[in-house]
């Protein structure tokens, strides 16, 4: 499956985004899909994840009641929704799939990575 991340830019503290990833490939419902994110000096780390076909997602605690992970399987899509925007969350977020069952919250649980889309949030 191939990723293409889109939706980055500068916003102000407070702020709204909205990041989008689209996929390719014929199987797109039967993988799950996450957001990680990296800022410089310090490790890639999760941010959000949903499953394949139930939907299930799961968030980091340092986004949880701000972000919100959506997908559209007919359109091979996902959405993250980023609401109440802080500096600390300026980073490149990188869209990403995975084969594995459940939630990764690990980057080495992806298989396939998109080309990461930068996000600053000013103060």
């Given at each position: 499956?191939?990723?293409?991340?889109?939706?980055?830019?500068?916003?102000?503290?407070?702020?709204?985004?909205?990041?989008?990833?689209?996929?390719?490939?014929?199987?797109?419902?039967?993988?799950?899909?996450?957001?990680?994110?990296?800022?410089?000096?310090?490790?890639?780390?999760?941010?959000?994840?949903?499953?394949?076909?139930?939907?299930?997602?799961?968030?980091?605690?340092?986004?949880?009641?701000?972000?919100?992970?959506?997908?559209?399987?007919?359109?091979?899509?996902?959405?993250?929704?980023?609401?109440s925007?802080?500096?600390?969350?300026?980073a490149v977020?990188?869209?990403?799939?995975?084969?594995?069952?459940?939630?990764?919250?690990?980057?080495?649980?992806?298989?396939?990575?998109?080309?990461?889309?930068?996000?600053?949030?000013?103060?």
């Amino acid at each position: 499956v191939q990723l293409q991340a889109s939706g980055g830019g500068l916003v102000q503290a407070g702020g709204s985004l909205r990041l989008s990833c689209a996929a390719s490939g014929r199987t797109f419902s039967s993988y799950g899909m996450g957001w990680l994110r990296q800022a410089p000096g310090k490790q890639r780390e999760f941010v959000a994840a949903i499953t394949g076909n139930l939907g299930r997602t799961d968030y980091a605690d340092s986004v949880k009641g701000r972000f919100t992970l959506s997908r559209d399987n007919a359109k091979k899509m996902v959405h993250l929704q980023m609401d109440s925007l802080k500096p600390e969350d300026t980073a490149v977020y990188y869209c990403a799939a995975t084969q594995r069952l459940g939630i990764p919250t690990m980057p080495s649980g992806y298989n396939y990575w998109g080309q990461g889309t930068q996000v600053t949030v000013s103060s």
